[in-house]
């Protein structure tokens, strides 16, 4: 079986939701997934070793996640980046690493949006509903955003990413 971005994705909002109890309907609903997309992603990620089960619970591999995320979705996953756009900011640009560099003038990268607030340079999220889901939850846009750091960031952007993802998914 092949990873595919929506299960980075789905892996994503389960670490975001730190243990918390989730089920397959309202996270469905809070990805803009449908229910067959959330099941055949945790059989691609269990698969992959991204995801565990324990006492019949599903919950991510963090070590492995860590690994692959620092090391493997920038080379697999590879944004595109397009014209200037409105849209949702996301890797340097977002909250997350706000105060953290000094800005640039060049504009800032963004998940084209219809809702975004920000104009700036498209950057492809890792999956279509990533900025619907981001809007829902604050834990998974800063993991979002960080992990765009890492797939297409600048070299300072990439290491504050991967630092903050060792903290984030408690990894070494």
Same mark, same amino acid.
């Given at each position: ?5 929506? *299960? !980075?994705?789905?892996?994503?909002? $389960? ?12 996270? /469905?609903?809070?990805?803009? &997934? ?11 990620? #269990?698969?992959?070793? #991204?995801?565990?089960?324990?006492? =019949?619970?599903?919950? %991510? ?6 690994? &692959?995320? #620092?090391? +493997?979705?920038? &080379? !697999?996953? /590879?944004? *595109?980046? +397009?014209?200037?756009? @409105? ?11 706000? =105060? $953290?560099?000094?800005?640039? *003038? ?6 084209? *949006? ?8 498209? &950057?492809? %999220? ?13 834990? $998974? ?5 960080? !992990?765009? +750091? $890492?797939?297409? =960031?600048?070299? @300072? ?11 984030? #998914? =408690?990894?070494?």
């Amino acid at each position: 079986m092949i990873l595919k971005p929506q *299960d !980075v994705l789905f892996i994503l909002k $389960l670490a975001a939701l730190e243990g918390k109890p989730w089920t397959q309907v309202q996270i /469905a609903s809070e990805l803009g &997934f449908s229910q067959g997309e959330v099941s055949s992603g945790i059989r691609r990620a #269990l698969a992959s070793r #991204l995801l565990v089960k324990s006492q =019949g619970l599903v919950r %991510p591999a963090r070590q492995p996640l860590l690994e &692959f995320l #620092l090391h +493997g979705l920038p &080379f !697999v996953f /590879a944004p *595109d980046h +397009g014209a200037l756009t @409105r849209g949702m900011p996301t890797a340097e640009a977002a909250p997350v690493f706000s =105060g $953290l560099l000094v800005p640039t *003038d060049q504009p800032p990268p963004v998940w084209p *949006d219809p809702e975004g607030t920000v104009r700036g340079e498209a &950057f492809s %999220p890792l999956y279509r509903s990533a900025p619907h889901a981001a809007r829902k939850d604050a834990r $998974l846009y800063d993991l979002l955003a960080l !992990v765009d +750091g $890492l797939r297409g =960031g600048r070299a @300072r952007v990439r290491s504050f990413a991967s630092q903050e993802l060792r903290k984030r #998914l =408690g990894g070494p």
